[in-house]
T-cell receptor, first 115, second 118 residues
Framework: EAGVAQSPRYKIIEKRQSVAFWCNPISGHATLYWYQQILGQGPKLLIQFQNNGVVDDSQLPKDRFSAERLKGVDSTLKIQPAKLEDSAVYLC?????????????FGPGTRLTVT | AQKITQTQPGMFVQEKEAVTLDCTYDTSDQSYGLFWYKQPSSGEMIFLIYQGSYDEQNATEGRYSLNFQKARKSANLVISASQLGDSAMYFCAMRGVKSGGGADGLTFGKGTHLIIQP
């Protein structure tokens, strides 16, 4: 079974530029999550999708971050415009069901550096 | 709001010794889940073990066990017979239940950097 795929793996941009990250979850997984992991910290949930609907985006900085999951499969996270403090690893995870005990499978992440 | 506290930024342990990684949590939810993840230097997050708040027995998965003390709100990870490959960051995490059903995303602690020495 293929894991969660993310691209690109690395991205360097200047502040005020735009950037987009792509995630393809495990086949059949209805729940998709985006996390932001700043160096030296644990991941922080940005947004949770159930199929193609947003379940939780309470921690997403909506003035600059946006995410979509068209057709309930792959997802794109965008930052526009980027700030220095957006430098982090962006992790995508998916789960078969949005219930308590169901494990979240993480992708390898996209490391973003904003200069 | 949920909060996870990991008070050990780093630990050095001799190979083959047992190690306990501390985790305390805070939540007002009655139903919640506690998780431990391992993150090697390569960056991927690897699920280790899960404990439900209503589970009466402590969870075990191979060399990993979770010492769950509900009254103290602690969920420590115990690794028996540590190996060099256990060197990594370890994150404690929790999730609660949404008011409309289903579960939240994970809330993570800051992690503990474990180094196993030969």
């Amino acid at each position: 079974e293929a894991g969660v795929a993310q691209s690109p793996r690395y991205k360097i941009i200047e502040k005020r530029q735009s950037v987009a990250f792509w995630c393809n979850p495990i086949s059949g997984h209805a729940t998709l999550y985006w996390y932001q992991q700043i160096l030296g910290q644990g991941p922080k949930l940005l947004i949770q999708f159930q199929n193609n609907g947003v379940v939780d985006d309470s921690q997403l900085p909506k003035d600059r971050f946006s995410a979509e999951r068209l057709k309930g499969v792959d997802s794109t996270l965008k930052i526009q415009p980027a700030k220095l403090e957006d430098s982090a690893v962006y992790l995508c995870a998916s789960s078969d069901r949005p219930f308590m005990a169901y494990e979240q499978y993480f992708g390898p992440g996209t490391r973003l550096t904003v200069t | 709001a949920q909060k996870i506290t990991q008070t050990q930024p780093g630990m050095f342990v001799q190979e083959k010794e047992a190690v306990t990684l501390d985790c305390t949590y805070d939540t007002s939810d009655q139903s919640y889940g506690l998780f431990w993840y391992k993150q090697p230097s390569s960056g991927e997050m690897i699920f280790l073990i899960y404990q439900g708040s209503y589970d009466e027995q402590n969870a075990t998965e191979g060399r990993y066990s979770l010492n769950f003390q509900k009254a103290r709100k602690s969920a420590n990870l115990v690794i028996s017979a540590s190996q060099l490959g256990d060197s990594a960051m370890y994150f404690c995490a929790m999730r609660g239940v949404k008011s409309g059903g289903g579960a939240d995303g994970l809330t993570f602690g800051k992690g503990t950097h474990l180094i196993i020495q030969p």
